[in-house]
């Protein structure tokens, strides 16, 4: 099964708020991964690459402002985003856990509903057409609401896996995205897909790109992957 949906992971020891957490997210569309501790959430994220984190500060072993500060270090994982949620209410608590690099910082009792519209507001920083926002990249505009692309105001035909693709590539012009980052945020990880398959529906994306004329906007990077620009 195709990879349509933002992946969330929630990190939460209390299994009751941790499930409730799972419920409301996957109401919202998202596919959520769920961990009880911070080891389990490093091995996670390492095999998973979620969208966002949604982290709890006390954890057993391993805490959630440890987790944080280690994620944040990586490169790979310094750009996902991490919703902090803690029972410490005090403004140095807050002050803490934004400097060791939290995107956002939820005192509990939380409301729900406040939570999903965080989650859905660092959503759209890091994945825009993923929570149906309009993206443009020079002549080429992708509404991530309709599912509909067009080039120069005329619209393309695109198949699903190349939509997911087009918006992969217009959320970061200029990045450079490998084979195997492609087959994680386009495929997922739940099925087997040859590496060969992305060189395959890039010809098709470049080919539905043209189709009305206009110079090739993907670039090949020999032994590196796929750009937008």
């Known amino acids: 099964m195709a990879q349509d949906h933002p992946t969330v992971l929630v990190v939460e020891d209390e299994p009751a708020q941790r499930e409730v957490l799972a419920y409301n997210l996957e109401a919202e569309g998202f596919d959520v991964v769920k961990a009880a501790d911070g080891d389990e959430a490093l091995?996670?994220?390492a095999e998973t690459t979620p969208d966002i984190i949604v982290l709890d500060w006390m954890l057993p072993g391993t805490s959630g402002i440890e987790i944080c500060r280690r994620?944040?270090?990586?490169?790979?994982?310094?750009?996902?985003?991490?919703?902090?949620?803690?029972?410490?209410?005090?403004?140095?608590?807050?002050?803490?856990?934004?400097?060791?690099?939290?995107?956002?910082?939820?005192?509990?009792p939380y409301s729900v509903m406040e939570l999903m519209?965080?989650?859905?507001?660092?959503?759209?920083?890091?994945?825009?057409?993923?929570?149906g926002q309009r993206l443009q990249y020079?002549?080429?505009?992708?509404?991530?609401?309709?599912?509909?692309?067009?080039?120069?105001?005329?619209?393309?035909?695109?198949?699903?896996?190349?939509?997911?693709?087009?918006?992969t590539f217009m959320e970061k012009p200029g990045r450079v995205w490998s084979r195997e980052q492609l087959l994680d945020r386009v495929w997922g990880r739940d099925i087997y897909v040859d590496s060969r398959t992305v060189d395959v529906h890039i010809g098709r994306l470049r080919k539905a790109l043209c189709f009305?004329?206009?110079?090739?906007?993907?670039?090949?990077v020999r032994g590196a992957g796929y750009a937008l620009g």
């Open 212 to 220: 009305h004329g206009g110079d090739d906007p993907l670039r090949t």
């Open 138 to 167: 020079e002549d080429i505009v992708l509404d991530g609401e309709t599912h509909r692309v067009t080039r120069n105001d005329k619209p393309l035909k695109l198949g699903p896996t190349e939509f997911r693709l087009l918006s």
């Open 117 to 131: 519209a965080r989650v859905r507001n660092q959503l759209r920083r890091v994945r825009p057409a993923a929570v």
């Open 43 to 45: 091995l996670l994220v």
């Open 71 to 108: 994620l944040k270090s990586r490169a790979k994982t310094a750009a996902i985003p991490v919703i902090m949620l803690s029972a410490r209410s005090e403004e140095v608590d807050r002050v803490r856990g934004l400097e060791t690099g939290a995107d956002d910082y939820v005192v509990k």
